[in-house]
């Protein structure tokens, strides 16, 4: 989610200030304070991105980056070899090798990933992320 922070000068300091006093942002060490960031981000979706005040946007950016950097910390997510990688997004996703032959090649060759007998080519890759919406290192 690329964004643009507008200038300091172009922030209404007294609105921002008011807004920074309610939330009173600070690094995020517990879950409550996460869930009370996330709150403060969610309300701000329900505006809309592109509906939001510059100083909105500012704390919108701001309260995401604490909430990214407490869940790094809090939720590490563990390097992972891409068949397993692969397994867990078939799992969470409800699909069967039969359901990935298109990315892969066929679905034999999708059981050979799977148990690790073949590894993920750069190509496989590029489609199974765009498939999965994520990047495609995540397959290699």
């Given at each position: 989610m690329a964004t643009t922070i507008a200038p300091i000068s172009e922030l209404?300091?007294?609105e921002y200030?008011?807004?920074l006093a309610l939330f009173a942002p600070k690094a995020i060490r517990t879950e409550g304070e996460?869930?009370?960031?996330l709150a403060i981000v969610e309300s701000l979706l329900e505006k809309?991105?592109?509906n939001l005040s510059p100083e909105e946007q500012?704390?919108?950016d701001l309260v995401t980056?604490?909430?990214e950097q407490f869940e790094e910390r809090a939720y590490p997510i563990p390097d992972a070899p891409p068949h397993e990688v692969l397994r867990d997004l078939m799992?969470?996703?409800g699909l069967a090798s039969v359901d990935l032959a298109v990315e892969i090649g066929s679905r034999a060759r999708v059981s050979e990933i799977l148990t690790g007998k073949r590894s993920i080519s750069k190509e496989q890759a590029k489609r199974l992320g765009a498939r999965?919406?994520?990047?495609?290192?995540a397959f290699i």
């Open positions: 209404n300091i007294a200030g008011r807004m996460n869930q009370a960031a809309g991105e592109q500012a704390m919108f980056t604490l909430i799992e969470h996703n999965f919406g994520i990047s495609a290192a």
